[in-house]
């Protein structure tokens, strides 16, 4: 297994539960890919961005059990949305069925004009109406931004509402998604099920919760190595032979599963293999979207809600690490020694996100940090009064794979041409966007394979939450699947 991501590690605990021994090799000193945490020279450990999921994320769950992690999120049952004239608009519940048990929330969604609120309303009744089909219909080959159009959203629909869901969930502005992901994100979050919509958090850094996927493999036989860069993949008649180590060393076994970025892959194969398979080149395709994380520590309280969402701001999220459990962990030496204040103190920690941030790479760290804070002030009053202490910049330029109109296309299967060598990753061909539950799928649909190959037909991969009896009667009238 090459690569210590959630694909590499679901995989890993998978196959180990399924009686392989699997032995991991990750370049970095910690597990978790692009969803862990580190610790800073003052001694905090922080996560290197906010990450969470969503009651429709059945897989990630699946693997936080195994992991022995599933205690360690928190999930809350209420969004709160703030926009620039400081209206707060709660997404929440009511006691109606799916799909209609967020509609009293829409209605008084009151960022939009009720004109505006209507055609939502009557948008998410036509997803309703498509059910989880994924093809067919007006969806075919649209942007999102088109689809939206045509089913006669006002711009300020567009922005205020569909926009503030969907940039963030999906990392890419609307007119560069494929109208079938946004969709989706609908369809198995707010229409489907009361629990789509319920956002899970870590209450620990993000690096906490592999601490069981070592024990899983390693009980097991296994073996995770941190620190350990593979640099090839030597092929001998059409089958993996070796990989090569960064120091030159070359390691064999049965199996190769590949769960690293999808540039990273390319890496590794020889350039001939690339060139021959269509599945390896198409990669170049696909392209990718950023997102910066901002990290701001304040010498008081300026926030109560665990987390807020803007509506009409570059900052698209506000969490309260202090809140919410997961913010300024320091050790007994550095706590003394650093110069935030820990959440006991008074002070707080707060991250800020911003998906699809291609305005932001462009510009310095200062600049960022200066916009964001004077967004905190207006949409937090307290912030005039506090001090920053301390703030931190994470620009990720290749955060997720883009998904734009046909980027399916370009998603190789997990079982590759070549015999023993399997593929892992958010981007591989899963069906959901990149996250979380995007990687944790693949690393399960690549277990899956490699049980198969080995004659064992066992199905990993756990089913969406059920869709609900209305939801059901919804879909069934659809004409488009
Ligand atoms: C800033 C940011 C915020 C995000 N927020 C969310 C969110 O809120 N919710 C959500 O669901 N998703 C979110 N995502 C997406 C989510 O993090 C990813 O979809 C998921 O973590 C991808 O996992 P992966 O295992 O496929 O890839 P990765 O996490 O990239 O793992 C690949 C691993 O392979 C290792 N590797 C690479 N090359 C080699 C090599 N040659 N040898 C050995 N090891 C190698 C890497 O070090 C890495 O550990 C976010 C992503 C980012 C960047």
Same mark, same amino acid.
């Given at each position: 297994?090459?690569?210590?991501?959630?694909?590499?590690?679901?995989?890993?605990?998978?196959?180990?539960?399924?009686?392989?021994?699997?032995?991991?090799?990750?370049?970095?000193?910690?597990?978790?890919?692009?969803?862990?945490?580190?610790?800073?020279?003052?001694?905090?450990?922080?996560?290197?961005?906010?990450?969470?999921?969503?009651?429709?994320?059945?897989?990630?769950?699946?693997?936080?059990?195994?992991?022995?992690?599933?205690?360690?999120?928190?999930?809350?049952?209420?969004?709160?949305? =703030?926009?620039?004239?400081?209206?707060?608009?709660?997404?929440?519940?009511?006691?109606?069925?799916?799909?209609?048990?967020?509609?009293?929330?829409?209605?008084?969604?009151?960022?939009?004009?009720?004109?505006?609120?209507?055609?939502?309303?009557?948008?998410?009744?036509?997803?309703?109406?498509?059910?989880?089909?994924?093809?067919?219909?007006? /969806?075919?080959?649209?942007?999102?931004?088109?689809?939206?159009?045509?089913?006669?959203?006002?711009?300020?629909?567009?922005?205020?509402?569909?926009?503030?869901?969907?940039?963030?969930?999906?990392?890419?502005?609307?007119?560069?998604?494929?109208?079938?992901?946004?969709?989706?994100?609908?369809?198995?979050?707010?229409?489907?099920?009361?629990?789509?919509?319920?956002?899970?958090?870590?209450?620990?850094?993000?690096?906490?919760?592999?601490?069981?996927?070592?024990?899983?493999?390693?009980?097991?036989?296994?073996?995770?190595?941190?620190?350990?860069?593979?640099?090839?993949?030597?092929?001998?008649?059409?089958?993996?032979?070796?990989?090569?180590?960064?120091?030159?060393?070359?390691?064999?076994?049965?199996?190769?599963?590949?769960?690293?970025?999808?540039?990273?892959?390319?890496?590794?194969?020889?350039?001939?293999?690339?060139?021959?398979?269509?599945?390896?080149?198409?990669?170049?395709?696909?392209?990718?979207?950023?997102?910066?994380?901002?990290?701001?520590?304040?010498?008081?309280?300026?926030?109560?809600?665990?987390?807020?969402?803007?509506?009409?701001?570059?900052?698209?999220?506000?969490?309260?690490?202090?809140?919410?459990?997961?913010?300024?962990?320091?050790?007994?030496?550095?706590?003394?020694?650093?110069?935030?204040?820990?959440?006991?103190?008074?002070?707080?920690?707060?991250?800020? =996100?911003?998906?699809?941030?291609?305005?932001?790479?462009?510009?310095?760290?200062?600049?960022?940090?200066?916009?964001?804070?004077?967004?905190?002030?207006?949409?937090?009053?307290?912030?005039?009064?506090?001090?920053?202490?301390?703030?931190?910049?994470?620009?990720?330029? /290749?955060?997720?794979?883009?998904?734009?109109?046909?980027?399916?296309?370009?998603?190789?299967?997990?079982?590759?041409?070549?015999?023993?060598?399997?593929?892992?990753?958010?981007?591989?061909?899963?069906?959901?966007?990149?996250?979380?539950?995007?990687? =944790?799928?693949?690393?399960?649909?690549?277990?899956?394979?490699?049980?198969? /190959?080995?004659?064992?037909?066992?199905?990993? =991969?756990?089913?969406?939450?059920?869709?609900?009896?209305?939801?059901?009667?919804?879909?069934?009238?659809?004409?488009?699947?």
């Amino acid at each position: 297994m090459i690569g210590g991501g959630l694909a590499g590690l679901s995989s890993a605990v998978a196959l180990a539960e399924a009686g392989f021994r699997v032995r991991l090799l990750e370049q970095r000193p910690f597990l978790g890919g692009r969803a862990s945490s580190y610790t800073l020279p003052s001694g905090e450990h922080i996560d290197n961005c906010q990450h969470v999921t969503l009651g429709c994320c059945t897989n990630l769950s699946d693997f936080y059990r195994r992991a022995g992690a599933e205690g360690l999120i928190k999930f809350y049952d209420e969004l709160t949305f =703030v926009d620039r004239e400081g209206r707060r608009s709660i997404m929440k519940a009511s006691a109606l069925p799916a799909p209609i048990h967020l509609a009293p929330s829409l209605a008084l969604y009151s960022s939009v004009a009720w004109n505006g609120r209507q055609r939502i309303g009557r948008a998410m009744l036509a997803i309703a109406r498509r059910g989880g089909c994924n093809s067919g219909g007006d /969806a075919d080959g649209a942007s999102m931004l088109e689809w939206l159009r045509l089913h006669g959203q006002t711009e300020e629909a567009i922005e205020r509402f569909w926009s503030v869901v969907l940039v963030s969930a999906l990392d890419e502005n609307l007119a560069r998604t494929d109208a079938r992901y946004g969709l989706d994100v609908f369809w198995k979050a707010f229409l489907s099920n009361r629990a789509g919509y319920l956002i899970g958090i870590p209450t620990v850094p993000l690096g906490t919760l592999y601490g069981g996927c070592r024990a899983a493999v390693e009980s097991r036989g296994g073996e995770v190595v941190l620190r350990a860069p593979v640099r090839a993949l030597r092929l001998r008649d059409n089958c993996v032979a070796a990989i090569e180590t960064a120091d030159g060393r070359e390691e064999s076994a049965d199996l190769y599963v590949a769960a690293v970025p999808h540039d990273a892959l390319l890496d590794l194969l020889p350039p001939s293999l690339i060139e021959r398979e269509p599945s390896f080149s198409n990669l170049r395709r696909l392209r990718v979207s950023p997102i910066t994380g901002v990290h701001f520590w304040f010498d008081r309280e300026i926030m109560s809600e665990p987390f807020l969402t803007l509506v009409d701001r570059t900052t698209q999220w506000i969490f309260n690490k202090s809140k919410l459990g997961a913010g300024h962990f320091l050790s007994a030496a550095s706590s003394t020694a650093s110069s935030g204040p820990s959440s006991g103190d008074g002070g707080q920690y707060l991250q800020l =996100v911003i998906s699809a941030s291609y305005d932001l790479l462009i510009r310095s760290r200062q600049e960022i940090v200066d916009l964001c804070l004077r967004e905190l002030r207006e949409v937090l009053p307290e912030t005039r009064a506090a001090n920053l202490l301390k703030a931190t910049v994470i620009k990720e330029p /290749a955060a997720t794979f883009s998904p734009e109109p046909g980027a399916d296309r370009w998603r190789p299967a997990q079982r590759t041409k070549v015999p023993n060598l399997f593929l892992a990753g958010d981007w591989t061909a899963t069906g959901w966007p990149a996250t979380m539950e995007g990687a =944790v799928r693949s690393g399960y649909m690549a277990a899956e394979e490699i049980l198969a /190959a080995a004659g064992v037909s066992r199905r990993l =991969v756990k089913p969406d939450l059920p869709v609900e009896a209305l939801a059901r009667r919804f879909a069934a009238e659809s004409k488009a699947c």
